[in-house]
């Protein structure tokens, strides 16, 4: 057979058999059992009733019919990559993680790109924020920066990213629309939350619209802190630069491709590294004290501004090279489990209050999203370095201690005895002091929440200022309720006044709104700040 296998008909339908020989192993059930007819149930006679017993006719429905997991509640369309980060420059001055000590280093990295609001089947050229979450396997631990493409986010505190994802999801009367914000709830709720307007001009830019995975940039978002040898801590950015510099498509460019290729941004990053064309970014780094972020005009805590880069230049530290595709997409794209809080010695958390409930939100939502606690089990989630702990049980255990020990102090000296805890290289937090009262209020230094939007815009070349104003245009034009256009165009007013006007007139209003007055006073001195930093590489 040019098949190499063996094929006969068998049984009275004359159906296909392929049979096993040779090199082509036997079909067996999951529990082992070699299996004779995959293509005929057990039946009482030849027209009879399916029997109840027929155990692989009913492990291979059942197995089947378990076959899908939840989604992502965000990000669930995404493409994922296997590759290397190498350190290009040490970074001991400012951090003890190992990963980032000896220049000339690799470790083994895991990269997923997605979109935010669309469902896993939605299309990939979608106006969103793409994802760019990153996994070091490093010596010490995992390590996650759980990032996107663009600096800033469109809230400043956790308790509103419900609301906001709900906002620019399907309406649940109606389902729709699906994998684009161009509808009422969405610029509801971004004219009634002023300080999404910055992320929202981001997101009507032409970076909402990328190129593909391999011409955008990633941002760490939040400012983090690295921790050095002697306990001192540095604040830091982390930046992801593209080699292939920045490069997006157009909205008429978009439209078409998502109906003649959905798949675009998946097909292009497979092909390129199909066929040895590697992708590459470098990893850059924002570094500043307390000195800095007290000088600064906006609180560095606040995810909704960024650092522009002519106040903190970006030193350019390693390198990430993607070089791998999965060899299955179900159990290395769909199962990896990204986490803000999955950090190493070396790297901690600040306070800002987004990413603290970041922290919160990925394992608990992993717990459900991945059927239990044991989720670390799965390969593409596990450490690369040793590890030994007394977790245990749970669904799905495959690492239970071995022996007597699971706890500890124990009496059980050596091997017997198990892990015991590593004063050298353990984990520590920095001994941060925080002192205050128990309160809801945000400090002032949130407050302004137009300065930057201002400046970004500024920021951009007429062609780009031109696709800002028609993409707000457009996204409105979809907006059924007038005072809902009219809030934006009021809040547009504060970051651009020729924006304003533009959107104001394709849409056709008749008279300009007022301009939003700023929840709370401008920070003094804010006009003074450079412009922002937009990379071209
Ligand atoms: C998923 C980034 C804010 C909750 C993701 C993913 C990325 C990401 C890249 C996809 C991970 C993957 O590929 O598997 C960000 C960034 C944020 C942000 C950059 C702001 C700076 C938040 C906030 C929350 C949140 C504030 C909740 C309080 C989630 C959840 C998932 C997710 C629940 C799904 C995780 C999973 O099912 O594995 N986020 N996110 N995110 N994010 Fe965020």
Request: proline share 6%; net charge negative; glycine share 8%.
């Amino acid at each position: 057979h040019a098949t190499g296998l063996n094929i006969s008909a068998r049984g009275e339908g004359g159906e296909t058999h392929q049979t096993a020989g040779g090199e082509t192993p036997s079909l067996t059930t999951a529990q082992g059992v070699p299996v004779s007819d995959d293509q005929n149930s057990l039946r009482l006679g030849q027209r009879g009733p399916t029997l109840l017993e027929d155990f692989h006719f009913r492990e291979k429905i059942f197995h089947f019919d378990h076959e899908r997991i939840p989604e992502r509640v965000v990000h669930a369309r995404g493409f994922g990559a296997h590759g290397f980060f190498e350190l290009t420059d040490s970074l001991s001055d400012v951090t003890c993680a190992d990963v980032l000590q000896r220049p000339g280093e690799r470790v083994p990295a895991f990269v997923r790109f997605s979109t935010v609001a669309g469902s896993l089947g939605s299309f990939d050229l979608a106006r969103d924020v793409r994802g760019f979450a990153v996994k070091l396997y490093t010596q010490e631990g995992n390590w996650d920066i759980v990032g996107n493409n663009i600096p800033v986010f469109f809230i400043q505190d956790a308790i509103k990213f419900p609301d906001l994802i709900h906002s620019v999801k399907p309406e649940p009367d109606r389902g729709f629309p699906q994998a684009q914000s161009a509808h009422d709830n969405f610029w509801d709720f971004i004219s009634l939350s002023p300080e999404s307007i910055n992320m929202a001009t981001w997101a009507m830019s032409d970076r909402a619209l990328p190129r593909s995975f391999r011409f955008m940039e990633g941002f760490g978002v939040h400012s983090f802190r690295f921790v050095n040898a002697k306990g001192a801590s540095t604040y830091v950015k982390f930046h992801w630069k593209p080699k292939l510099g920045l490069q997006s498509v157009v909205w008429n460019e978009a439209v078409k491709i998502n109906g003649a290729d959905p798949d675009f941004h998946r097909r292009d990053l497979w092909s390129a590294i199909q066929s040895g064309n590697f992708p590459e970014w470098e990893l850059g780094v924002q570094l500043f004290d307390d000195a800095f972020a007290d000088s600064f005009d906006f609180d560095i805590l606040d995810a909704t501004k960024l650092i522009p880069e002519e106040l903190v230049p970006v030193r350019r530290v390693g390198r990430l090279v993607l070089d791998r595709v999965v060899d299955n997409f179900f159990a290395e794209t769909e199962q990896v489990a990204f986490c803000t809080q999955n950090i190493v010695r070396g790297v901690d958390f600040t306070n800002d209050p987004l990413l603290q409930g970041r922290n919160f939100s990925y394992l608990d939502t992993q717990l459900k999203r991945l059927g239990g606690p044991n989720f670390t089990h799965i390969p593409i989630n596990a450490p690369k370095c040793p590890f030994h702990h007394f977790q245990q049980d749970g669904h799905m255990a495959m690492h239970n201690p071995k022996g007597r020990a699971n706890y500890e102090p124990n009496s059980w000296g050596g091997a017997a005895g198990g892990p015991r805890e590593d004063h050298t290289r353990g984990f520590e937090s920095f001994p941060e002091q925080n002192a205050g009262v128990k309160s809801r209020v945000r400090s002032a230094r949130f407050s302004d929440h137009y300065s930057q939007a201002r400046q970004f815009y500024a920021s951009q070349t007429e062609p780009e200022q031109v696709h800002i104003q028609q993409a707000f245009t457009f996204e409105l034009s979809k907006v059924e309720t007038p005072q809902i256009r009219a809030r934006v165009v009021a809040h547009l007013r504060n970051v651009d006044e020729g924006l304003a006007k533009a959107v104001a007139t394709g849409l056709g209003l008749e008279t300009l709104p007022e301009p939003t007055i700023p929840a709370s006073p401008v920070v003094e001195g804010l006009s003074a700040s450079p412009a922002l930093s937009i990379v071209k590489n």
